[in-house]
């Protein structure tokens, strides 16, 4: 019975820890291996033993083992915030064709997205929100799916509107992208109809500065102008709230004073280049994400063995 309990209790422990079960299943469970556990310990036979000194003795290992498995175990099913599991940010750039362009940017055919999302869609993953993502980290109670993603696009290309909008409607997914304020209404770029259009079906648009510049070769002022300006504009752009940075090119996101201005600006968060997924104990202004290539095998790849 005893090894029955510590198996459970392992194997929830092990479980939870993996992200393979929810961790709010262990908070039910737990509580009964707790006290299967202990029971032993309470029970009037087992003080009245003549020989509980060598029982004790014999036993000690496993009454230690069973303690401390049902501490972890308890502490661990109750302290998990509800991401319980690390969750993917993914990035994209262009979905379309890439004309001319001044500096490199990512880009993907719309067949190829096509492809990624169906993927995603197929193995049940569904995409959320950033509120929902840091609702999530800080321990709020947050209805995170079971298999949670959120898809994020930098700089605001016009081909998000025409060819990534209408795929991920397909798979009733949505998507969140920084803005270069500056760049919004420019031919390449989207437009205010076509944000407040994908904003009404469940979009977010966060910041991406005023002109893109690489933060950290700026003066101090400039920087501030940049970070400050493009939530400005946006949201008097937008009228709606916009609460997350993105920093162009990943640069700043480790520097102390670009971050000190992203934390005074009042963004709730802030999006890096940083490779890897979102869990507990986050960095808040440098939250990391999965650049998706634009190599189609190496995005196979890291679809499959990143996320
Ligand atoms: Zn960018």
């Not at 798979?171 to 420019?186: I, K, P, Q, Y």
Request: hydrophobic share 45%; net charge positive; glycine share 8%.
């Amino acid at each position: 019975m005893m090894a029955v309990l510590l198996l459970l209790a392992a194997a929830g422990f092990f479980l939870v820890n993996a992200g393979l079960v929810n961790p709010n299943f262990m908070r039910v469970v737990y509580p009964f291996v707790a006290v299967g556990l202990l029971l032993p310990l309470l029970s009037r036979e087992f003080y009245n033993r003549r020989d509980l000194a060598a029982t004790l003795k014999r036993r000690r290992v496993l009454i230690i083992v069973a303690v401390g498995l049902a501490a972890v175990g308890l502490n661990s099913g109750y302290s998990f915030s509800p991401v319980g599991r690390r969750v993917p940010v993914l990035v994209y750039h262009r979905v379309g064709k890439a004309p001319h362009q001044d500096y490199p940017v990512p880009t993907i055919s719309p067949a190829e997205f096509e492809r990624e999302i169906a993927y995603l869609d197929a193995q049940g993953y569904r995409t959320i929100t950033p509120d929902q993502l840091l609702d999530a980290l800080e321990g709020r109670p947050a209805h995170l799916p079971r298999k949670p993603v959120l898809i994020t696009f930098d700089d605001g290309w016009r081909d998000n509107y025409l060819n990534a909008f209408p795929i991920l409607k397909r798979h009733h997914m949505s998507g969140t992208v920084f803005l270069v304020a500056d760049g919004v209404n420019h031919t390449q770029r989207l437009s205010i109809p076509q944000i407040k259009e994908m904003s009404a079906a469940g979009w977010v648009f966060g910041a991406h500065t005023v002109s893109h510049p690489h933060l950290t070769e700026l003066k101090a002022g400039s920087a501030q102008w940049e970070i400050t300006q493009a939530k400005e504009r946006l949201e008097e752009m937008l009228g709606t709230p916009v609460l997350y940075f993105c920093y162009p090119y990943g640069d700043g996101a480790s520097n102390p004073s670009i971050r000190k201005i992203v934390a005074e600006a009042g963004y709730r968060a802030a999006f890096s280049t940083r490779f890897g997924l979102s869990g507990e104990q986050e960095d808040r202004l440098a939250l990391k994400r999965v650049l998706i290539s634009d190599t189609p095998w190496l995005a196979w790849l890291e679809l499959r063995f990143v996320l």
